[in-house]
């Protein structure tokens, strides 16, 4: 009866000193991670020469002054020839550096293609070509330097079609001076937003 008696003492002894009240739980916060770049630097600012040098061709279809498209289309040939495919990064298998290659080549290719055409309406078919690879580019490296809209006018090279890229939201048509409203966004990438 003694031992059950110490032994109850020391239960209730444990039971009551050691619970003692609790402490407050602090909450962790965990910082927010820093947005990192999936490409490198030196990648990120040849796309983003690249991007730029598309923009000034756009914007000179735009004016409709073509010495100025030629000159664009010359630096374009230029800066899709420069781009640092070889600083994409995750690319374990290879395949996002060969599809990237492939699509600046074509972007290089149409360019001196469209110096050598007399007439503004070839012209404007290279550089519909130029769009979409530019578009698929910018999808495949998954640049987030910035967002790039993907604008569309269904008037374009006889009625076919025509796209563009933008920084903004934009209603001026290199394709048709006088149809500025003939403009609509059909997609947008911002992979900054990761």
Same mark, same amino acid.
């Given at each position: 009866?003694?031992?059950?008696?110490?032994?109850?003492?020391?239960?209730?002894?444990?039971?009551?000193?050691?619970?003692?009240?609790?402490?407050?739980?602090?909450?962790?916060?965990?910082?927010?991670?820093?947005?990192?770049?999936?490409?490198?630097?030196?990648?990120?600012?040849?796309?983003?020469?690249?991007?730029?040098?598309?923009?000034?061709?756009?914007?000179?279809?735009?004016?409709?002054?073509?010495?100025?498209?030629?000159?664009?289309?010359?630096?374009?040939?230029?800066?899709?020839?420069?781009?640092?495919?070889?600083?994409?990064?995750?690319?374990?298998?290879?395949?996002?550096?060969?599809? /990237?290659?492939?699509?600046?080549?074509?972007?290089?290719? @149409?360019? =001196?293609?469209?110096?050598?055409?007399?007439? +503004?309406? !070839? #012209?404007?078919?290279?550089?519909?070509?130029?769009?979409?690879?530019?578009?698929?580019?910018?999808?495949?490296?998954?640049?987030?330097?910035?967002?790039?809209?993907?604008?569309?006018?269904?008037? /374009?090279?006889?009625?076919?079609?025509?796209?563009?890229? @933008?920084? =903004?939201?934009?209603?001026?048509?290199?394709? +048709?001076? !006088? #149809?500025?409203?003939?403009?609509?966004?059909?997609?947008?990438?911002?992979?900054?937003?990761?």
């Amino acid at each position: 009866m003694i031992f059950s008696l110490v032994v109850i003492c020391i239960f209730l002894v444990f039971r009551f000193c050691s619970n003692k009240p609790e402490q407050e739980k602090v909450v962790e916060q965990k910082p927010a991670p820093l947005s990192v770049s999936q490409n490198s630097g030196a990648f990120n600012q040849s796309f983003s020469e690249l991007l730029q040098s598309y923009y000034t061709l756009k914007n000179a279809f735009t004016n409709a002054d073509i010495s100025k498209v030629n000159s664009a289309a010359v630096q374009l040939m230029n800066d899709a020839d420069s781009l640092r495919i070889s600083e994409i990064q995750g690319d374990t298998s290879g395949m996002i550096r060969e599809t /990237a290659r492939s699509f600046a080549t074509n972007i290089s290719g @149409s360019a =001196k293609t469209m110096t050598g055409e007399d007439k +503004i309406e !070839d #012209k404007l078919r290279e550089f519909n070509m130029i769009t979409d690879a530019m578009w698929s580019l910018t999808r495949t490296v998954k640049y987030d330097g910035q967002k790039v809209y993907y604008q569309f006018c269904p008037a /374009a090279l006889d009625n076919m079609g025509g796209y563009w890229l @933008s920084d =903004k939201i934009d209603n001026a048509n290199p394709y +048709i001076r !006088d #149809k500025k409203s003939c403009s609509e966004v059909n997609d947008s990438l911002d992979y900054s937003r990761r």
